[in-house]
Each structure stands twice: as structure tokens, then as C-alpha cells.
């Protein structure tokens, strides 16, 4: 039987700008004062949310991957499962509810993507422990939480009571992927990661993450505090810097990114989650101490992919994680 990982959070409508190039009118050039921004205005829909994407990634791989949350049962909800269920997303695990999708906008500052959101009591913060199938517990080796869905609504007290019944029977992966500007109440907020983080076999978090969560702690030093907390395994990526990463066995080591021309970085983070389970779920490592028995040599060999398939990504506009046989080709040739 193949190895079901599921993926439990949000999903949303992405809007991204058509140009994220910034053109100007050189004001001064003219003797008229400095120069003036012209900002797009003019946007692609695309479905998305981090957990969403994970999964649409995970399935590009050819992974067993299911869906589980809620999605509005409006347009933009409709586009959402017909999205999931193209890709080959298992979505027995959706509830559906009479609610709003929520919106994204997403555009380009200072290089970085930056995000606006629109989803005051949306589908997707609206989840039960109600909503959530036996089959799921039945059913799940891999289970990816974390991002928006931590947030919002009654959605991350049940994630919480799902990882807590999975804790031991299923390998447990988290991508907090923090947006500060969404966190409302930072002490609630921090309490229930840090509650997540015990949890937690798989750790996976950005560089930017790391400095919120363990502000002005170097970055080794606060990898090796993260693993005390409870993960088998940290894993911290640094854009073109790479990714490093540590088991609870392990030192930490490094493994450098791929160098290619990069379109944008939005969904990079979920490409690498992506990439990273597609490869554990390939290896059938589906328990911690799984984790904990993999050598130096099958670390390099999972970073390695998982950043393969993050750069194949940023290639591309949008959250657009690359199908199996591009990885492999990539991984083969570097093209």
C-alpha cells in the first residue's frame, strides 16, 4: 500500500501581479523632484495557500497526497477542489462550508514577495474536529501542518487535537511559514508553536522564521535549540544561501542551493516541503526514529532534492512546483 501524506490547512486565491518589474518616470531627469513609482495594478488568479500547495506539490511528485480542510462553496472554493482533484489530490478529507474563500494579493517588496490578506471568517479558519474523518487518523503516515492555518479562526485548535491523536502513529511535519503581519496575539500565537514544535518529528522553517521565533540568537546555536525542543529533525533555508539542517543525532550540516534564474520566490518554502516529504515518502520513512537513523549522506541526498525542486520553482511565476520528471532531469543535467 502506498504512503498517504496528508496536508492539513488553508487554501485561498493567490492574485499576482502580471509584471512584478517596477518602471519609473525619472522626475528628476526632468528637473520636476525624484523619482516616482508606477505600480501594478493588473493580476493573475492562481490557487494557492502554503498547505494547499504542498499538497499540489507532493502529487506533482507522484506522492499518495491528500487534502484536508475547508473550502467555500462559492466560485472561488469551486476553482479550489476542481484544482486539487485535477492534480490527482486525494480531497476525501474537505468539508465544505457556506462561508467566503479567503483572497491574497501577493506583490514584490524589496525582492521579497509580500502578502495582503482578505479572509475575516473564511472557509478555511472555520474547520472542526467534527470535519476531520476517522479515516484520516486511519489512513495518514504523513502529516504537514503549519502556515496561515496556525492563525485564524477555530482551524488551528483543530490541527492541534489532530496532531496530538497522530503524535507516535504518524510522522508529523511543520512549516510555521510566520506571516507577522497577520499575528494578532503574538503571546497566544508563539505559545501554541511552541506547543506544535514538541510535537513535532519534521521542523522545516525559513531564515526569516528562525529570526522571529529566536530573535538575535546566531543561527546554529538556535538550530540546536530547536532540536532540544523536541524535533527530530531542523531543517532552516536561506534562499541562495542554502539550507541547513540538524536531527537530534546529528550535527548540523549544509548544503548549498542550486543556481538558476529566478522568476520569483513566492511557494519556494512549500517546494521544498514538497520535496522534502515527496523524498521521505519515497524512502517509506514514515516514523521519528526513522529520522533519527538516517546517515549524513541520506540527509544530503533529501536536502538536495527538496532544494531541486524549490528551485525549479522560483523559475516560474507563482506557486508552480515542478512535476517528478523534471526534478529528476534537473538533478541529472542541472538544466
Given at each position: 500500500m502506498s504512503i498517504l501524506v496528508t496536508c492539513m490547512g488553508e487554501?485561498?486565491?493567490d492574485f499576482v501581479p502580471l509584471n512584478t518589474g517596477v518602471s519609473s518616470v525619472s522626475h528628476a531627469e526632468e528637473g520636476k523632484g525624484t523619482p516616482q513609482e508606477t505600480r501594478n495594478t493588473d493580476f493573475r488568479m492562481y490557487a494557492g495557500g502554503s498547505l494547499f500547495n504542498v499538497a499540489i506539490g507532493l502529487a506533482r511528485l507522484e506522492?499518495?497526497?491528500?487534502?484536508?480542510g475547508k473550502i467555500a462553496d462559492d466560485y472561488f472554493g469551486h476553482h479550489l477542489l476542481h484544482t486539487l482533484q485535477a492534480e490527482g489530490v486525494d480531497t476525501r478529507f474537505v468539508a465544505v462550508a457556506k462561508a467566503q474563500t479567503t483572497l491574497a494579493f501577493v506583490t514584490m517588496e524589496a525582492g521579497e514577495p509580500a502578502f495582503t490578506f482578505y479572509?475575516?471568517?473564511?472557509?478555511?479558519?472555520?474547520?472542526?474536529v467534527n470535519d476531520v474523518p476517522e479515516s484520516l487518523y486511519s489512513e495518514t503516515n504523513i502529516l504537514h501542518i503549519g502556515s496561515i492555518s496556525l492563525l485564524r479562526g477555530i482551524t488551528p485548535q483543530t490541527v492541534l487535537a489532530t496532531v496530538e491523536r497522530l503524535k507516535g502513529k504518524a510522522l508529523l511535519s511543520l512549516d510555521p511559514n510566520i506571516r507577522r503581519d497577520l499575528v494578532q496575539d503574538e503571546a497566544k500565537y508563539r505559545a501554541l508553536l511552541q506547543h506544535l514544535i514538541a510535537l513535532t518529528d519534521i521542523f522545516k522553517l525559513s531564515y526569516v522564521d528562525l529570526a522571529w521565533l529566536l530573535p538575535g540568537i546566531p543561527m546554529e546555536e538556535a538550530i540546536r535549540q530547536l532540536c532540544a525542543l523536541g524535533p527530530a529533525l531542523v531543517m532552516v533555508t536561506h534562499g541562495e544561501k542554502g539550507?541547513?539542517?540538524?536531527?537530534?543525532?546529528?550535527q548540523t550540516l549544509s548544503v548549498p542551493t542550486f543556481p538558476v534564474t529566478v522568476s520569483d520566490t513566492v511557494g519556494a518554502g512549500d517546494s521544498f516541503c514538497a520535496g522534502t516529504l515527496g523524498w521521505?515518502?519515497?524512502h517509506a520513512i514514515t516514523t521519528r526514529e526513522q529520522v533519527l537513523a538516517m546517515s549524513e549522506p541520506e540527509l544530503q541526498e533529501m536536502l538536495r532534492f527538496a532544494s531541486a525542486v524549490a528551485a525549479l520553482?522560483?523559475?516560474?511565476p507563482g506557486a508552480n512546483p515542478p512535476r517528478r520528471t523534471e526534478v529528476e532531469q534537473f538533478l541529472q543535467t542541472g538544466l
Open positions: 487554501s485561498l486565491i506522492q499518495h497526497t491528500a487534502f484536508a479572509g475575516e471568517g473564511t472557509a478555511d479558519t472555520l474547520l472542526t539550507v541547513l539542517a540538524r536531527t537530534d543525532t546529528s521521505l515518502a519515497d520553482n522560483c523559475t516560474r
